[in-house]
């Protein structure tokens, strides 16, 4: 995956048709598509490589004329609290850098408000963007290439007929439900065959049932998300596919479950990270089993692993039928959704238990955990740390912290990873700890200047999901999120002073700090 600094780009509307009767194209354009200057910084030009690349639109919230955009910084972007931004996800289906013009499609059904603006979209008009932040990288020994999904997977489609990134035989299944929906122009050209199906067939039952007489096939598919579940399974279970052969995309839902996790009694929640920890649901996957066979596999006593299996089949994550064991509609939501897996898999939520206790008492209730959506935010963030001033090339550096990977990654051969050090790089480690633990470990680096990364937000945490992740940091530390006058308290109670401090995007700072 190749990652792009995410920048806020206004563009205007230049030409408007209809590639089919359920299908708008918008043409974009704007001087805004090459690197261009805005609020006193330089930001590059649009880059789209991969052909189911992905940017952000804003559209006004009802009632208003103007969108809530995000605070744009030197390589990312922050999003303010909102509870009214209207965004969604579309598919570059053309991007021509050398006549600076970029074509959105729309599909015209139902009435979302980007159905809406697309229908009355006219040249002039103005649409602010964010994105692409990264492009998908190809494998390259692939000997046949399946391309399928709905009526909102045919831009993505046809740009990678149009662009061909991969030279074998192309096999294009897409399933439609509005008349003129197959009237959308493919580049059939070469050893490319499409199907078009009309529901109430699917594309996961043809696509199943389809012969395979590749061995290095490429798969990939975008939808609705329910519906691409039983394709997604039989690939990585099934068919047994490579990671990096298969990639399915939830383009949209028809409607979403939240139920595994409003579940209230801790039972449920306690039993269900045992399935996962233990390997039972991902063995019961592909197909029913018996619990003598997964008691074998997982490596459980037989008896506690039927009780588990059993208690399971009660809340509807399983369905166990006498000894044989499979997996319930809960439990395929569960094993399709990858965040809540790797939640699971960690002790990200083991503070929670004390809660009560951290609430009541201002303290740490639990050990301090990293956040998994912290780490993955900082994928496309660390590049920022080698564009900024405060980077010596050539210096001897140490990295630590959760982050530290991905820093290192990002950083390469412009610094010595060496001993004894000049500069720590602290990539994600006080977050998760107690005021003084964290002073304590920045205490440690002493005698080196320090470049922390860190999280911290002037905002006061508003929706459901800022809330639970304030509460979470709560219970794992005694205290609220940080802001970055709290790094600033810390630093100096540690013996430093702040030097400079960087907005690297998505509320994460560059902090510089060096020894008083």
């Known amino acids: 995956m190749r990652t792009f600094p995410v920048i806020l780009r206004e563009l205007t509307v230049l030409r408007v048709s209809d590639p089919s009767p359920a299908m708008r194209r918008v043409t974009l354009g704007g001087e805004q598509l090459r690197p261009f200057h805005r609020d006193g910084l330089d930001l590059p030009g649009f880059v789209s490589d991969g052909f189911d690349d992905h940017v952000k639109i804003l559209l006004p919230p009802p009632g208003r004329t103007e969108p809530e955009l995000p605070v744009q910084h030197r390589t990312g972007i922050d999003w303010p609290h909102s509870h009214t931004r209207v965004n ?4 570059p289906r053309r991007w021509d850098p050398r006549a600076g013009e970029l074509d959105l499609d729309f599909v015209l059904h139902g009435d979302g408000p980007a159905a809406r603006w697309a229908r009355t979209a006219a040249p002039g ?8 932040k990264s492009s998908l990288d190809l494998p390259s020994d692939v000997d046949f290439v399946l391309l399928a999904g709905d009526e909102t997977a045919l831009p993505a489609i046809g740009r990678f007929l149009d662009e061909r990134p991969l030279d074998c035989p192309v096999r294009v299944v897409v399933e439609i439900t509005h008349d003129g929906a197959d009237a959308y122009p493919l580049d059939t050209s070469g050893d490319v065959e ?17 012969p395979w007489p590749y061995e290095k096939p490429y798969v990939w598919c975008g939808g609705e998300a329910t519906s691409l579940k039983p394709l997604r399974r039989w690939c990585t279970y099934t068919r047994e596919l490579p990671r990096e052969r298969v990639n399915i995309t ?11 996790r409003l579940l209230l009694d801790p039972l449920p929640g306690h039993a269900v990270r045992a399935a996962v920890r233990t390997g039972l649901i991902q063995a019961v996957a592909a197909k029913p089993r018996s619990v003598a066979d997964l008691a074998a596999e997982t490596g459980c006593p037989e008896q506690g692993l039927g009780l ?9 994550l399983l369905e166990v039928t006498g000894d044989v064991v499979g997996l319930a509609p809960l439990g395929e939501d569960l094993l399709d959704d990858e965040r809540l897996l790797h939640g699971l898999e960690t002790d990200a939520d083991s503070a929670l238990v004390k809660l009560p206790e951290a609430v009541r008492a201002g303290g740490p209730a639990g050990p301090a955990v990293d956040s998994p ?8 963030l660390a590049g920022g740390i080698t564009d900024s001033p405060a980077w010596r090339p050539g210096e001897a550096v140490r990295i630590t912290g959760p982050g530290a990977g991905l820093v290192r990654e990002a950083v390469g051969d412009t610094v010595r990873l060496a001993e004894p050090a000049g500069t720590t790089v602290c990539a994600l480690a006080l977050g998760g700890l107690p005021d003084d633990d964290a002073v304590a470990l920045l205490r440690s680096f002493a005698g080196t200047r320090v470049l922390l990364v860190e999280h911290a937000e002037d905002d006061e945490p508003g929706g459901r999901a800022e809330l639970s992740h304030a509460l979470r940091h709560w219970a794992a530390t ?16 540690a013996g430093y002073t702040v030097t400079s401090v960087r907005h690297l995007g998505w509320d994460h700072l560059l902090v510089e700090l060096t020894s008083r």
């Open 478 to 493: 005694g205290a609220p999120p940080r802001k970055p006058s709290d790094l600033t308290v810390l630093a100096e109670r």
């Open 194 to 210: 499409v199907t078009w199906l009309r529901r109430p067939s699917t594309v996961a039952d043809y696509v199943t049932g389809m």
């Open 88 to 91: 969604r996800d579309y598919t």
């Open 373 to 380: 959506d912290r780490l993955r935010s900082l994928v496309f």
């Open 250 to 260: 939830g383009y949209w839902r028809t409607s979403r479950n939240d139920t595994l």
């Open 308 to 316: 588990l299996a059993r208690y399971l089949g009660t809340i509807g």
């Open 125 to 132: 008009d103005r649409l602010h963007l964010v994105g692409p």
